[in-house]
């Protein structure tokens, strides 16, 4: 073959090479590790596990965080289970992760077609399975891969030294970062006046710090070798340096380029062949030279493309999921993986019912027990409600709130996932003749403080200021040590910082804790909120619901009794009977007074719940005179609203509720 067409075919080669690494054709693995220790059988049940893990792996790349764990089966000797998790590159965008994950759950089941356990590992993500437990376990399997430049530098020890001091920057910087879901640094050190170092390290999130720093350090004892860039990655970390730019310093909307090649020089022409050499050249550059003109022009053209679509597709993903859904705070969770940890919602995994849908029970792949409620097609919730009630609790962190884990919105399904609450809802003890005795005077003056203090986190300290709107005893959960936690959001109101009180002609609730105001005319602020704590308040002293009251004196509801005895001085009269002689006397009265002072019917005779939480923290403080309360069951005033003589509710004959998804079962 002659010398010019030789060196044409090797511009050409060299062309379609950077093409390629440009343009990201090629997604190769860095490589992988399929140990033989175990194997499964194509039919096996592992195997189809298997699948509904990586299934579920891939539904979950697009986490912000870029890490995601779950696990498939064990729910008995011969459900084999599988865990898994995935990690991608802390500088990459979710659209990246998600494309590397999916080719990873393809070829990974290539190139490990029956091995329980493997690990594989690409430029931009990692994913790993096998049959014993991984998450916040470290590998002790030692494999590392190492990746090196074959060029040395010009002066090895001193860039060497560079290179060290910048990696164990990094290593603190990852090991030390105290989030909780990313362990990720980068780090950049000029050498001379053209020369830097590129430095990046990642580890696990679910790693301990200790572990972390174990990992890294390990892994830079592989890199001693004088190198212009090398890599090493394990299971639980990696790191890497190089002298170019290989990471995004912000979120990223494309792969880094790729390193500068290696130039490639035309040989020599052969000996004796005079002026031949010259024209070869000649022929050489009318060749090259506008190969490379327009290789240049097209991929300025291309990594603009790809770098503006790409942008728009991280600033998107970043914002919202496909239900509208701001995902933030909150994780999205598929429903395939949904039905794994609730063995398909099955009625074993049941435990209450009620006009929303069920709840279920079940366990996330960390081990943390949830409870799932699955929203039934004619619960009432629409999306609107859905999406409230998703957004509002991701941003609450309060121990006397009940803690939302994620949701599911996929199709007609929607789903919310909470904390699992041991002791069901407080009227589950309340208003259970067999059950109440359960709850003695320090118990319910525990409750009382603990629902006062999740309102008063709601109304002033959070950074929202929220309008529950439908606050009664179904929704107080009480934990394994009776702490009192608000539930269900699918009604409140985000009021604006020097916003008071809002509007409506849609009135929802349940009708017996709403304020007069609300029920009547649909206006609402956090007084009516405070309406519906003293109602509550005044429940947890008697033992009495306020919806369906009797009482043999005639009285027709429960704030007409509690003012009554009040106004003829004998207020431990309306205690309730099973509490015995065991409870604080100035405790009961002050209760009983605070309730008096929230059901006022005039908005601004009721106090704040910083006075609230004041008074029961000082109940020998001077007690403020309450008036009558608004005897809204009294005859002298009606419901009005357009949704008062809609869907009556399951549970309570006298209770109207338009929401049934606030009629909580136990738990």
């Known amino acids: 073959m002659d010398s010019p067409f030789r060196c044409f075919l090797l511009g050409l080669g060299y062309t379609l090479c950077i093409f390629t690494l440009f343009a990201g054709v090629s997604s190769q693995p860095l490589g992988q590790l399929c140990p033989n220790t175990s194997t499964y059988a194509p039919n096996s049940n592992y195997r189809a596990n298997l699948n509904l893990l990586l299934s579920a792996l891939s539904s979950n790349a697009n986490r912000q965080n870029g890490f995601y764990n779950a696990t498939v089966g064990g729910r008995n000797a011969s459900d084999a289970a599988v865990h898994g998790l995935l990690m991608c590159r802390g500088d990459v965008s979710a659209g990246v992760c998600t494309t590397c994950v999916g080719d990873a759950t393809v070829a990974v089941l290539q190139r490990c077609p029956n091995q329980m356990t493997a690990t594989i590992w690409y430029d931009y993500c990692m994913l790993r399975y096998s049959d014993v437990p991984l998450y916040g376990r470290r590998d002790q399997s030692s494999v590392i891969l190492i990746l090196r430049n074959a060029q040395n530098d010009s002066q090895p020890e001193r860039f060497m030294q560079s290179v060290r001091n910048t990696l164990d920057q990094v290593v603190t910087l990852v090991a030390n970062d105290e989030s909780p879901d990313r362990k990720f640094a980068t780090r950049e050190t000029n050498v001379t006046g053209s020369e830097s170092i590129y430095c990046l390290g990642q580890c696990r999130p679910d790693l301990s710090g200790l572990d972390c720093q174990t990992c890294l350090s390990s892994s830079i004892q592989q890199l001693q070798i004088p190198s212009l860039g090398a890599r090493t990655i394990t299971s639980d970390c990696n790191i890497r340096y190089e002298t170019y730019s290989f990471y995004n310093s912000t979120a990223a909307s494309a792969p880094p380029p790729p390193p500068p090649p290696v130039p490639i020089r035309p040989p020599p022409p052969p000996t004796g062949e005079g002026n031949s050499g010259n024209s070869s050249s000649t022929v050489i550059i009318a060749i090259v030279v ?322 609230v939480d004041l008074m029961l923290n000082s109940y020998s403080a001077t007690r403020s005179a309450t008036r009558e309360p608004a005897f809204f069951y009294s005859g002298r005033s009606e419901p009005k609203g357009e949704e008062s003589d809609k869907s009556k509710s399951k549970s309570m004959p006298w209770s109207i509720n338009e929401m049934s998804i606030t009629e909580l079962d136990p738990r």
């Open 290 to 611: 506008p190969i490379v003109a327009g290789f240049i022009l097209f991929i300025a053209i291309f990594c603009f493309m790809r770098a503006k679509k790409a942008k728009k597709q991280i600033t998107t993903t970043e914002q919202t999921d496909v239900s509208g859904i701001s995902t933030e705070d909150c994780l999205q969770y598929d429903l395939a993986t949904i039905q794994v940890i609730t063995d398909d919602f099955s009625p074993e995994r049941k435990i209450g019912e009620g006009g929303y849908g069920s709840v279920y029970k079940g366990k996330l792949p960390t081990g943390q027990e949830v409870a799932i409620k699955r929203l039934s097609r004619n619960s009432g919730q629409g999306a609107q409600e859905f999406r409230m009630e998703v957004e509002v609790v991701a941003k609450l962190q309060h121990r006397n709130l009940v803690r939302l884990l994620g949701f599911c919105s996929e199709g007609e399904e929607k789903i919310l996932i909470y904390e699992f609450v041991s002791n069901k809802s407080l009227d589950y003890f309340l208003f259970d003749p067999e059950k109440r005795h359960l709850l003695d005077w320090s118990k319910r003056y525990k409750i009382i403080e603990g629902i006062a203090r999740g309102l008063l986190y709601l109304h002033e300290d959070s950074r929202l200021r929220i309008i529950h709107r439908d606050l009664k005893a179904g929704n107080i959960l009480l934990d394994g040590d009776m702490n009192a936690k608000i539930a269900d959001f699918g009604m409140a109101k985000i009021f604006g910082v020097d916003q008071t009180q809002g509007n409506t002609n849609r009135v929802v609730g349940t009708y017996g804790y709403m304020s007069p105001e609300y029920a009547m005319h649909g206006h609402f602020s956090v007084k009516s909120d405070i309406y519906s704590f003293g109602v509550l308040l005044l429940e947890i002293v008697t033992g009495k619901k306020n919806t369906n009251f009797s009482d043999p004196s005639g009285v027709q509801d429960l704030l007409s009794y509690a003012w009554k005895h009040w106004r003829d001085g004998t207020p431990l009269g309306i205690l309730d009977p099973v509490l015995g002689e065991s409870y604080s006397r100035n405790e009961v009265i002050q209760c009983i007074h605070i309730g008096l002072l929230c059901v006022q019917e005039d908005v601004d005779e009721r106090p704040t719940m910083a006075n």
